[in-house]
């Protein structure tokens, strides 16, 4: 009976364990079950409440620049000018700009600077002039276009020209006479006489390099009063008037004959609206300091000098070179 009842007491005890069993079980089930979750957000993906940021487009600049002193000439907006709506118009304003920056206006200078050249003074020593520089119009407006396009800096395309001699060769240029002209004159009348002595020691001992170009108005300079020059006869417009500096053109055409007999190539070069009694008809070389003037490129292939001889009532141009440089001259234009 004792066996009965303890075997009764165990089963009892093993219902009420499993019973438990599964009652823990249905309520954690039932607790996943009953979870809400709220669905993960990707880590790369923007809340559509949140505006989207627009950037900024920065305007498009160009900065033309001086290479020598690296400071800002010109800044331009192509899109303000047109670039993109009316290309063509835009670079007709370009060419234009850029001319007038390199051949100046009336009020400013522009960077093409004429050649001076150099001259040997009385003691043998050489008188440094100037390069010639010329800034090339057609590459800066290239380079203003291409830039035009992203933005950016250019640089004015500037070529610098020395002149076309070597030092040891000065001490050597006054060997040969390769050419020589005179004119004559009245020494009587003193202020053209005046003139043309002035004008005279001013292309004198004026060194050619080869390639050289050589201008009368650069050399000589203004012919008025300042400088020493005198009033005299000089022909305007058909017509003999009284004038500051008349009598230059007779130094010029002097020269013009010299250099003409050993082969130089012709940059610019007017006559007379009168004949001239100094030269034969058609060989003169009428200039005038902000107007005409005579120039003449070095083709001989060789470096000269040109010597003037002032005397009384006659001038007489030389040009000359070394010795050695005789064999070397190239003739015709």
Sequence with gaps: MANRTWAISILLASSLIGLTGCTEKT??????????????????????????????????????????TKTILKTFLPLDLGFETNPEAYKKEMEKWAKDIARGTETVIGYDQRMVLDKVDANGQIIKGKPQII?????????????????????LPLSMTESGYKPEDVAHLNEVVLASFTTYFNSSVAGRSKNIELSAQAIDNIIVGTQDIFSFNTTVGPSDAVHGYQPAKEIVNKQLVDGIGGGICQTSSTLFNAVDQVGVSYVEKHHHSLSVGYVPAGRDATVSFGGPDFRFQNTTGVPFIIKTIYGKGKLTVEVRTSAAYQSLIVKGN
């Design 135 to 155: 800034l090339d119009e057609k590459e800066l407006v290239e380079r203003v276009m291409m830039a035009s396009i992203i933005g950016g800096d250019v640089e």
């Design 27 to 68: 309520a954690k089930e039932t607790s996943q079950e009953g979870k809400v979750t709220s669905p993960q957000k990707k880590p790369n993906q923007k809340s559509r409440e949140e505006p989207q940021k627009v950037e900024e487009q920065k305007p498009i600049v160009v900065n033309v620049i001086d290479p020598n």
